[in-house]
């Protein structure tokens, strides 16, 4: 990316203000980067952790495979899941809240035995699945802002803070050369003053 300036000491000044925000933000940006990046291997964690305690939970409960054809289909169904935002690294992610349930009412009586712990089985085993999920995208959306952060962190080193510097040295370089171009100039119309001075005194 070529930076547009001009050779001023107007474009200097205003090159070096967009260099000084560059090299003060460049820190913050790296530190956002490691800590999102932190964050983004935790939440894959927690959500591979979360899949691993639902397939041990559904290999616990493989002894009931039989029985679930006796379960009453829709005797349990989610109404709601609540979600709320939290802020992880600066970043807004969902985070699971309440899973509300419909329990659809039953003859405990004439039901088997076991349809009071089917169902609070179902209840863990939707809450495991969903909180699974809910993991994943927040490590999807975590994982997107690293990417911009690492990208904003390459554009300031790699890129701006370069150009910058390259222009203001520029710059500096041209208005030394003007510097010393009207330093050689006024000598040299000194030194002809002088030689005219005593060529009209002789």
Same mark, same amino acid.
């Given at each position: 990316?070529a930076i547009?300036?001009?050779y001023?000491?107007?474009a200097?000044?205003?090159?070096g203000k967009?260099?000084?925000?560059?090299?003060n933000?460049?820190p913050?940006?790296?530190?956002?980067?490691?800590a999102l990046?932190?964050?983004?291997?935790?939440?894959k964690e927690?959500?591979?952790?979360?899949l691993?305690?639902?397939?041990a939970?559904?290999?616990?409960?493989d002894y009931?495979a039989a029985?679930w054809? +006796? !379960? %009453?289909?829709?005797?349990?169904?989610?109404?709601?899941?609540?979600?709320y935002?939290?802020?992880?690294? /600066?970043v =807004?992610?969902?985070?699971?809240?309440?899973i509300?349930?419909?329990?659809l009412p039953?003859?405990?009586?004439?039901?088997?035995a076991?349809y009071?712990?089917?169902?609070?089985i179902?209840q863990?085993?939707?809450r495991?699945?969903i909180e699974?999920?809910v993991w994943?995208?927040?490590?999807?959306?975590? +994982? !997107? %802002?690293r990417k911009?952060?690492?990208?904003?962190v390459?554009?300031?080193e790699?890129?701006?803070?370069? /150009?910058y =510097?390259?222009?203001i040295?520029?710059i500096?370089?041209?208005m030394?050369?003007e510097?010393?171009?009207s330093?050689a100039s006024?000598?040299?119309?000194k030194?002809?003053?002088?030689?005219?001075?005593e060529a009209s005194?002789?």
């Open positions: 990316m547009k300036f001009q001023n000491k107007t200097l000044n205003n090159l967009q260099l000084k925000i560059r090299q933000a460049l913050t940006l790296q530190n956002k980067e490691s990046r932190l964050e983004v291997r935790k939440a927690r959500s591979e952790r979360v691993a305690d639902l397939e939970s559904l290999q616990r409960y009931l029985l054809n +006796e !379960f %009453q289909p829709g005797l349990i169904r989610i109404t709601d899941v609540d979600l935002t939290a802020k992880v690294a /600066g =807004k992610v969902p985070a699971l809240g309440d509300h349930y419909e329990i039953f003859n405990a009586f004439v039901k088997p076991w009071a712990d089917g169902v609070r179902l863990e085993l939707s495991l699945g699974s999920e994943k995208e927040c490590a999807r959306i975590l +994982e !997107f %802002q911009k952060t690492t990208q904003k390459n554009l300031y790699k890129v701006q803070i370069p /150009g =510097k390259e222009a040295r520029k500096k370089r041209y030394e050369d510097e010393n171009l330093k006024s000598k040299i119309v030194q002809r003053h002088a030689e005219e001075e005194a002789v």
